[in-house]
């Protein structure tokens, strides 16, 4: 087959798959990070905006403002705390199981809120966010949140769409204003349950990056006309592989490629960017014929030619796990900050706040001494403070 034909069959299939979308995402925009919340009232003259609030903030909040620390989803470690105002941390990641429900997380979400003063973020607010996926992987439990089915379950309902945006008013009313979901990789069903991270625990929505495209993206409409980022995961995907980065090292995929058969399974990741997707997560595994060398996370041919070029994304490119997954662990925390920043991640998660000393002294000291660098370090700012401008998170002046 032609590389025309190839490329004119893959477009008629994001087409239809993004028609499909709007069909189950009736009455959504199209408008990045659209989200019901609004910004404190101010005049045109001194209203905050990205723009502004990249050249007002000091190269040690932006870099802040560039992390997602972890802290348990059943209260805010103070270890976490004095970090927002040590480092500026500017995003905070809910771990673990909670079963106190709504009420409990609220209380918890309210004391990393009080953090994002103007001596510790700028009066920036935070990101607060959880893996609310469903199934086995759904982190706040307890009244006032519903028990959510895995993805294989959710994407053989129709009404997925209305069912995710009340998963995503649950999690409004906890404070909590992004999902670090929906998982965008394809499982095939030949392999199953035997692919460790997604397949085992069902959290693919389909074994067709067709269907997954779909239903994915009903998931991610839902949440965010809600109010709540959402975050496709895990590129260029986790479907393929035979062990889970979380608790191996070198981790390879064989097969996923930007060409030829196992390039559809990219297609879940184009439909989310089409769609404004304010979140795009990396993987941290290894992929033989894109970039044979380095993890995903670490490759700038993978973020920057494919994710960026390729597949057309414009948000925010968010990192897996740094802290404690056993992908990276053969790097330092330093330098697993450096590489993943210098290939174009701008949001670092780490679930431990035990790598932040370490990281962010990291960046800060390349941002200092390398144009280049502190050049990715200003653009990854800008890309945050507008997904923020969206969520009503920037401060009303600046």
């Not at 480092?87 to 918890?108: E, I, P």
């Amino acid at each position: 087959m032609s590389t025309i034909n190839r490329t004119t069959r893959r477009t008629v299939r994001i087409s239809r798959a993004a028609a499909a979308c709007a069909a189950l995402a009736v009455g959504a925009s199209a408008v990045i990070g659209t989200a019901p919340a609004k910004a404190t009232p101010a005049t045109a003259a001194t209203a905050c905006t990205a723009a502004r609030l990249s050249v007002g903030t000091t190269l040690e909040v932006k870099i802040g403002q560039m992390f997602m620390v972890g802290t348990p989803a059943t209260g805010a470690s103070s270890t976490l705390l004095n970090q927002m105002a040590t480092y500026h941390v500017g995003n905070v990641f809910l771990s673990g199981r909670s079963y106190g429900g709504v009420g409990q997380v609220a209380q918890v979400t309210s004391a990393i809120r009080a953090r994002a003063t103007a001596a510790n973020t700028q009066s920036i607010r935070p990101f607060i966010a959880t893996d609310q996926e469903g199934g086995n992987v759904q982190v706040l439990q307890g009244a006032g949140f519903s028990t959510i089915p895995t993805a294989l379950s959710q994407g053989s309902n129709p009404n997925l769409y209305a069912a995710s945006q009340g998963w995503a008013q649950q999690l409004k009313s906890a404070g909590v204003n992004m999902n670090l979901a929906p998982v965008a990789d394809t499982v095939p069903a030949s392999l199953g349950r035997n692919n460790p991270p997604i397949g085992y625990w069902y959290r693919e929505y389909g074994y067709t990056p067709s269907l997954v495209s779909v239903r994915s993206n009903a998931f991610s409409w839902g949440m965010r006309t809600m109010g709540v980022a959402s975050t496709a995961k895990h590129f260029p995907g986790l479907g393929l592989v035979r062990a889970n980065t979380d608790n191996t090292a070198n981790v390879h995929d064989t097969q996923t490629a930007t060409t030829g058969t196992y390039s559809s399974y990219l297609d879940p990741f184009r439909l989310a960017a089409s769609q404004g997707t304010p979140f795009m997560m990396m993987s941290s595994a290894i992929y033989d014929r894109i970039d044979p060398l380095r993890p995903a996370v670490f490759s700038p041919g993978i973020i920057q030619n494919v994710l960026r070029g390729q597949i057309g994304f414009g948000g925010v490119v968010i990192s897996d796990d740094l802290g404690v997954a056993a992908a990276v662990t053969p790097w330092s925390y330093g330098y697993r900050a450096y590489y993943a920043v210098n290939a174009g991640v701008q949001m670092l998660l780490t679930v431990t706040p035990n790598a932040v000393p370490a990281m962010y002294q990291a960046v800060l000291e390349h941002a200092r001494t390398d144009a280049s660098f502190r050049n990715k370090v200003n653009v990854a700012a800008l890309h945050i403070y507008r997904a923020k401008q969206a969520y009503g998170l920037l401060p009303p002046t600046c």
